[in-house]
C-alpha cells in the first residue's frame, strides 16, 4: 500500500530521443507526486512535480504524464542530452491537515543518454 | 533557493565511536528528513522530524538517534558506528504541501 514501484531501473537513450521512467502506487490517498534527478555526488534535486488533479504538467524537455485510474505517473524527457544522463526518482505523498511531507520513493532509474 | 547544508562531505570514523552528522536549512521548513542511500536501495528514510523536538522513526531507524532543537537544525547521531553504517547519508527539508529539497549528502565510512 505504501510503495511505489519505479522502472526500469536503468535505461539508455540516443541523444535526441525520448526517455521514459514509469511508476506505479497504490495508495489512492498520495496526492502529490514528484520527480528527482540526482547526479553522482550530489543530493537529488527536485526536478518537476504533479497533483492528481491535471493529466499532465510540462517544464521544458521534462513532462510529467499522470493516469489516476491505473495509478501510474510516468516521466518524459525529449530531445534527451548527455547532460540528462544521471538517476532519477519518482515519489508520492499524502496531503491532507495530516501531512508531514513524508516522500515514499521509486528505486531510481539510472539514465545514460549516449552522445 | 532554498539551502540545505551538510556540516562534511566525507567523514571516516572507526567502529564503536560517536558520529554526529549535523543538517542546516536556512527556509525555516517545519519538516526535517535523514535517509540513507546504498547502491540498489535507493533512500532510506532513517527518521523524520515534523516540529521541533518532535521525531518519528522512519523505516531503518535501528541504530540511528536525531535531535531538533531548533527548527533549522536537524542531527543525526550514530551511538555507535558500525561498518554496515557506511554509506551516504542525505538530509532534507520540507513545508507542507510541497516537495523536499536536499542537501549535497555525507559520504560516512566506518573502518
Known amino acids: 500500500q505504501q510503495q511505489v514501484k519505479q522502472s526500469p531501473q536503468s535505461l539508455i537513450v540516443q541523444k535526441g530521443g525520448i526517455s521514459i521512467i514509469n511508476c506505479a502506487y497504490e495508495?489512492?490517498?498520495?496526492?502529490?507526486f514528484p520527480w528527482y534527478q540526482q547526479f553522482p555526488g550530489k543530493g537529488p534535486a527536485l526536478l518537476i512535480a504533479i497533483r492528481p488533479d491535471v493529466s499532465e504538467k510540462k517544464e521544458g524537455r521534462f513532462t510529467i504524464s499522470f493516469n489516476k485510474s491505473a495509478k501510474q505517473f510516468s516521466l518524459h524527457i525529449m530531445d534527451s542530452q548527455p547532460g540528462d544522463s544521471a538517476t532519477y526518482f519518482c515519489?508520492?505523498?499524502?496531503?491532507?491537515?495530516?501531512?508531514?511531507?513524508?516522500?515514499?520513493f521509486g528505486q531510481g532509474t539510472t539514465l545514460q543518454v549516449k552522445p | 533557493d532554498v539551502k540545505v547544508t551538510q556540516s562534511s562531505r566525507y567523514l571516516v570514523k572507526r567502529t564503536g565511536e560517536k558520529v554526529f552528522l549535523e543538517c542546516v536549512q536556512d527556509m525555516d521548513h517545519e519538516n526535517m528528513f535523514w535517509y540513507r542511500q546504498d547502491p540498489g536501495l535507493g533512500l532510506r528514510l532513517i527518521y523524520f522530524?515534523?516540529?521541533?523536538?518532535?521525531?518519528e522513526k522512519g523505516d531503518i531507524p535501528e541504530g540511528y538517534s536525531v535531535s531538533r532543537e531548533k527548527k533549522e537544525r536537524f542531527s543525526l547521531i550514530l551511538e555507535s558506528a558500525s561498518t554496515n553504517q557506511t554509506s551516504m547519508y542525505l538530509c532534507a527539508s520540507s513545508q507542507r504541501l510541497v516537495g523536499q529539497y536536499f542537501g549535497p549528502g555525507t559520504r560516512l565510512t566506518v573502518t
Open positions: 522530524s515534523y516540529d521541533v523536538k518532535m521525531k
Open positions: 495508495n489512492t490517498a498520495f496526492d502529490y
Open positions: 515519489a508520492a505523498s499524502k496531503g491532507g491537515s495530516s501531512n508531514t511531507g513524508k516522500l515514499i
